[in-house]
Nanobody, 121 residues
């Protein structure tokens, strides 16, 4: 099991930038994919960015070119840099561990953070 704690959410204006982070602890050694999902009421939870143990990244089309995922292995911390934000980026953002990075699909083994709200106006 991996424990995930997020920080950095908040409110920003359209076209602005925001960075959110996730601190991981527990059994992270066997986890290949770490990343971010987001969800709005009435919508499915959407995988938006993932990074594998070798550093390879994947992004949903909706955020490609605007968001950048990175990790600090020494600090077990995941980051998401969000630029040129749009109102449609408003959502609850969740960090996730152990899912399929290439497809953005979670499973019963996926661990989740508590979520952090990002509001773009």
């Amino acid at each position: 099991q991996v424990q995930l704690v997020e920080s950095g959410g908040g409110s920003v204006q359209a076209l602005g930038s925001l960075s959110i982070s996730c601190k991981a602890s527990g059994n992270t050694y066997s986890t290949n994919c770490l990343g971010w999902f987001r969800q709005v009421p009435g919508k499915e939870r959407e995988g938006i960015a993932g990074i594998e143990s070798d550093g390879s990244t994947s992004y949903a089309d909706s955020v490609k070119g605007r968001f950048t995922i990175s990790k600090d292995n020494a600090k077990n911390t995941l980051h998401l840099q969000m630029n040129t934000l749009k109102p449609e980026d408003t959502a609850m953002y969740y960090c996730a561990a152990d899912y399929d990075c290439s497809s953005g699909t979670w499973s019963s083994t996926t661990d989740w953070g508590q979520g952090t709200q990002v509001t773009v106006s």
